[in-house]
């Protein structure tokens, strides 16, 4: 399709156990965004990844969370061993670039529950 | 840190009333967005707000982008059932590490027919 792809829509998991989440952004689109959403909040910025600048990490809560983009497309967001705190929707953007002009665009995210 | 303050938290009013929401943040910003978010989706863009003082239309709806560059409103006419959801603004500051959005916590709107 073209818009943003994110796998899997639901994801339900036990505590302490790792998991990955998946964006396939919209081609040709250089910079990708991963949000958290917690039930009725709004987005919580995790992580940037802009063309191949090294990516902009401040947003990530722990170091058991962790992202990568490979070939400047698809990424990968992993939780190592999830707490029940790590419950919510994580949602991936992109947009052209990362300047005025350029809004980003969503997936309908993950929605990621640790029992 | 930058903040972004959106209200009203929530609306309820009667379907073919308008609507106004706002969004005031601490510093200036460059870029103001307007989301809408349904049930189990992701946000959609509604309209995008580049130049202080900007006023842009998309159908029914009409955002602002303020003259002090820290605010911006968006308003709905006419509402009916479908506008239900929930609406976000965003913003771009100028610089900073990333230049990603900062979102507001949402508007939730109820449309009663």
């Known amino acids: 399709g073209a818009g943003v792809s994110q796998s899997p829509s639901n994801k339900v998991t036990e505590k302490g156990k790792d998991v990955e989440l998946r964006c396939d952004p919209i081609?040709?689109?250089?910079?990708l965004y991963w949000y958290r959403q917690s039930l009725g909040q709004g987005l919580e910025f995790l992580i940037y990844?802009?063309?191949?600048?090294?990516?902009?990490k401040s947003g990530l809560p722990s170091d058991r969370f962790s992202a990568e983009r490979t070939g400047g497309s698809v990424s990968t967001l992993t939780i190592q061993r999830t707490q029940q705190e790590d419950s919510a929707v994580y949602l991936c953007?992109?947009?052209?670039?990362?300047?005025?002009?350029?809004?980003?665009?969503f997936g309908d995210g993950t929605r990621l529950s640790i029992l | 840190g930058q903040q972004l303050n959106q209200s009203p938290q929530s609306m309820f009013i009667q379907e073919g009333e308008d609507v106004s929401m706002n969004c005031t943040s601490s510093?200036?910003?460059?870029?103001w967005l307007w989301y809408k978010q349904d049930p189990g989706e992701g946000p959609v863009l509604l309209i995008a707000?580049?130049?202080?003082?900007e006023l842009t239309s998309n159908g029914r709806l009409t955002a602002q982008f303020g003259i002090t560059r820290k605010d911006s409103f968006l308003n709905i006419s006419a509402s009916i059932p479908s506008d239900v959801g929930i609406y976000f603004c965003?913003?771009?500051?100028?610089?900073?590490?990333?230049?990603?959005?900062?979102f507001g916590k949402g508007t939730k709107l109820s449309v009663k027919p």
């Open positions: 953007a992109s947009s052209l670039g990362q300047g005025k002009g350029q809004p980003q665009h």
């Open positions: 081609s040709g689109h250089t910079a």
């Open positions: 990844f802009q063309g191949n600048s090294a990516p902009d």
């Open positions: 510093s200036i910003f460059n870029t």
């Open positions: 707000l580049y130049k202080a003082g």
């Open positions: 965003a913003g771009r500051g100028y610089g900073g590490s990333q230049g990603n959005l900062i």
